[in-house]
């Protein structure tokens, strides 16, 4: 684990020191948007037109935020014009590794040993984080954008005259619903779990803990009511939620020590967490051994034997019976 300083590799964990034993997330740094006619987003340049076969996503099968990347280019049937390469599960001395021997695909643009390798080679100057996901424009050599938030909303909708794929998962009449939930799901479920598994002072810890239980809490209560989190259709906010859900039994409860309950235990998460898992191509973004194999082989701080449980038994085919 580590990252890049003036395009050198530093192999370095968190620095929690200076933050008081709290885990601060980095914010991703490069953030321009594909556009269906390649004029500018909301941040960043001009210049990447939605186009089929133009642009590689970079992914790690472990990680939350690369996970709703991988949804969204399923569901909005992105598979053909989108390629993926996929990092070993192992994030050690080098960060994310193309280990082929090691459950990884190997980069499929430049052969790369490692992803900082891609990152230098669209700023052989970079500092910062190497982090996944990376959206990759093959015309013009360099990284589109490394947040995944906005990722998902560029493959939500620039691509929707090329594939015929107008499913729209942040409809406008929703918008203020969905924010306000990502509001609450972010920092304190879907980054609120690494808060709480990086800290490394316990009232850090123990405030995320309570942050985390609090906001389940809450959602739960949303889910008792009603299908889905923001109106009567699957949306973004149910995606961001899922990718920690699928997480939280196998990983979060023992390794991030979120353990006050499992998502199991939940009357209407559980079988909200089977609903969306069994939405069409879904479960095929998900896999278990990467999940499970780099949390608990990477962490050597919080894990040094490296040893990976056997455990939990989840059927997540089991009938959800949400209605
Ligand atoms: N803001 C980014 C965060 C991505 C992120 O933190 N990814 C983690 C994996 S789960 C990572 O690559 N971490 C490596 C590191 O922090 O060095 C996004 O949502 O795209």
Redesign the pocket.
Known sequence: ???LVNGQWQDKW?DTDSSDGKFE????QLRNWITSDGSAGETGEGGFKAEAGRYHLYV?L?????H??LIFRTLKKLDELISVSVVSPD?LAN??EFDQNNHSTGDALFASDY?HQVYTKNNSNYSG?????VLWDKKQNKIV???????IRMFNSAFNEITGNKDDYYPESLRSEIDELNALVYPNINNGV?RAGFATATHAYEQAFDDVFTALDKVEKILSKKRYLAGDKITEADWRLFTTLIRFDCVYVGHFKCNLRTIESYSSLSGYLRDLYQVEGVANTVDFYHIKR?YYFSHTMINPTQIVPKGPEINYWQAHGRV
């Not at 984080?129 to 996901?133: G, H, I, L, S």
């Not at 954008?145 to 990722?151: L, V």
């Open positions: 684990m580590g990252l968190y997330r980095e914010a991703a790690s472990a990680c939350p935020w690369a709703r990347t994030m960060g994310w992803l984080r190497v982090t996944v996901p954008s490394n947040e995944s938030a906005d990722i690494y780099h």
